[in-house]
């Protein structure tokens, strides 16, 4: 009995603690928008590190909007460009609609143009399991291309998944064990949550990234680079003070993190970034993204040009970064 009241007024002081920073995190963030609100200067931007693009000023567009041949059945989904394809692939796009519960896909679709992705013909399908959801299929709507695998939170764990379109198999690297998945960590605004977005992947200059959020740090972003080495191997980590259920997506330029939040139904703001390089974090972005759909369920960078792909509410959009 005495070592079960113990285990209890243990339990009762780390929720104490546990409180305790979650109210800090909020009077943090309270103050931080309290400043940017009485701020009249003007609106910093951040140069992506070494890659000699200049800063970035703005985001244009959309320059691609469109449904898919799906029309309005599955609003979670991805789609892009395999940020590192083989010869003769340069021109493919694939698309992966979550097409169980909005939550979990086993197949990728590939389109040999914009064209016909827009048009919704001449598709070739690759299934990772004839089962959805079973192990080893795609949970959630973030997951990238690159070397002809797609990198993607795996069903129930979590892992992360790197499905070889070649061989069509399937391998594994865990993240840490105190990692959240099965919707404990996801992507949210005050009107939504972005169901099992626990874990979001990026492509950039130099790969492919995994960020998610884990206990020991509070439920803030972390950042780990993936070894595209088969099977992946988890490479050099970052962790953030970015509490990640202030954040509606993000991704990756050159080595710098950039974090968005729901502003309005219409417009979507970059308003953080972290760069890997210099450890220097920022809150003070202001760069806005003009939505036609409420919500952004999917967004990554191509570093091939450099167009930020979204899917939003089942309509695949494509936005162009702008350096000077």
């Known amino acids: 009995m005495t070592e079960t009241m113990a285990e209890l007024e243990k339990f009762d002081s780390l ?12 009077k943090r963030d309270l103050e931080r928008c309290n400043e940017e609100l009485n701020s009249t200067s003007p609106t910093p931007t951040l140069s992506p590190g070494p890659c000699g693009f200049g800063r970035m000023v703005n ?68 299934y990772i399991s004839s089962s959805n959801p079973t192990t080893n299929t795609i949970q959630g709507s973030n997951m990238v291309m690159y070397a002809n695998a797609l990198y993607y939170n795996c069903y129930d764990t979590y892992s992360v998944c790197q499905f070889n379109l070649t061989t069509q198999s399937v391998s594994t690297v865990d993240l840490p064990s105190d990692t959240g998945y099965d919707d404990k960590f996801p992507f ?72 968005t939040r729901y502003l309005d139904k219409k417009t979507e703001q970059i308003f953080y970034s972290y760069d890997t390089k210099t450890n220097i974090e920022r809150y003070d972005l202001k760069l806005n993204i003009t939505k036609r759909q409420t919500n952004i369920e999917f967004l990554n960078y191509d570093p091939r040009d450099h167009l930020l792909y979204v899917y939003s509410d089942a309509y695949i959009v494509t936005y162009e970064l702008v350096f000077q």
């Open 15 to 26: 929720q104490v603690i546990a409180k305790e920073h979650e109210n800090k995190i909020i």
């Open 188 to 259: 949210r605004h005050l009107d939504t949550t972005y169901s099992y977005t626990d874990m979001d992947f990026a492509t950039d200059e130099s790969g492919v990234y995994v960020i998610y959020a884990t206990t020991s740090n509070f439920g803030n972003v972390v950042i780990s680079k993936i070894e595209t080495s088969n099977p992946p191997v988890l490479g050099q980590t970052w962790s953030t003070s970015l509490h990640k259920a202030t954040a509606t997506n993000t991704f990756m330029v050159c080595g710098v993190l950039f974090a």
């Open 59 to 126: 985001v244009s567009g959309p320059k691609t909007y469109s449904l898919t041949e799906y029309g309005t059945s599955y609003p979670y989904g991805a789609w892009g460009r395999d940020a590192n394809p083989a010869p003769g692939n340069e021109n493919k796009y694939w698309l992966v609609v979550l097409t169980s519960s909005n939550v979990y896909g086993n197949f990728i679709r590939q389109y040999n143009s914009l064209s016909t992705i827009i048009l919704g013909i001449e598709p070739t399908d690759t």
